[in-house]
């Protein structure tokens, strides 16, 4: 990777510097006094936590104040963002958040980028005032959060539904009529509902042929059996996986 000349890597710099076009960074004689500053801070007794269950708190506020302050310092002549969200991923995992968490504000700066240099830049103007930045990372932290319990969840019922399926199939070697009706309604998983005039164009294209090579009877037959089976329901031309069947399998969610 190419540098502009008077960046060195690894050391801070000695030049002036203006981040994104939108506020200029401390004066390049202050960075390292400044960085000391910034780590006998983030290490002494401000961020430590009165009790254990505000560990994982204490340390989104830190992290995000480390990612802050390196950023108004912008103490090398590049690299200054990644070193603020390195700092920022260090400090979350090292206090036990797992590491697709601790990825989270890192992944919400980069998808609102403009409204992250906007809200670096009123705190800055601001005097120091941290809390709308703070409050602006948090939230992206708590969506961040809602999405990957979402997903897990979303995985947890399809794991649940393929393990039901296959249960209602219990031969060791099911006949191939059984193993088509049963990859059928797999293959139907992917829908909350499909018109079965489309379901052939859908389904994987191993499983298509096999209908298309046996006319249009066998796919009516094959969901209606399902259906008597409980798997799918069919009305008005449609079908629709009956996956709510395996809710009881799942953790119980706790409701605020």
């Known amino acids: 990777m190419e540098h502009e000349e008077d960046v060195i890597p690894g050391e801070i710099r000695e030049h002036s510097v203006v981040v994104g076009n939108v506020y200029r960074g401390a004066p390049a004689g202050e960075c390292e006094y400044l960085l ?49 969200r390195l700092a920022e991923y260090g400090i979350l995992f090292g206090s036990g ?88 309604v797999l293959a139907l998983a992917n829908f909350e509902v499909i018109p079965v005039s489309v379901i052939e164009d859908e389904i994987p294209a191993v499983l298509a042929r096999e209908y298309r090579g046996a006319g249009d009877r066998m796919m009516g037959r094959d969901l209606n059996v399902l259906a008597s089976m409980g798997l799918v329901t069919r009305r008005y031309g449609q079908v629709m996986p009956n996956k709510h069947l395996i809710s009881a399998f799942l953790p119980d969610r706790v409701e605020a």
């Not at 009165?50 to 310092?73: C, G, N, Q």
């Not at 968490?101 to 240099?117: G, K």
């Not at 103007?125 to 809602?146: C, E, H, N, T």
């Open 36 to 84: 000391g500053r910034l780590c006998s801070w983030l290490g002494g007794a401000d961020f430590q936590p009165p009790e254990d269950d505000l560990k994982i708190p204490f340390a989104l506020i830190r992290s995000i104040v480390a990612h802050i302050y390196i950023a108004w310092i912008h103490p090398f002549g590049d690299g200054n963002g990644r070193t603020a």
């Open 97 to 184: 958040v797992p590491s697709p968490a601790a990825h989270l504000l890192s992944d919400h700066y980069n998808r609102t980028r403009s409204q992250y240099y906007r809200e670096l830049d009123r705190a800055s103007k601001s005097g120091g005032d941290l809390l709308p930045f703070i409050r602006y990372a948090v939230q992206g932290f708590l969506d961040g959060l809602r999405e990957q319990i979402d997903r897990v969840r979303r995985e947890q019922l399809d794991v649940a539904w393929e393990n039901y399926v296959h249960s209602q199939f219990t031969q060791n070697k099911p006949t191939p009529t059984q193993k088509r009706r049963r990859d059928l």
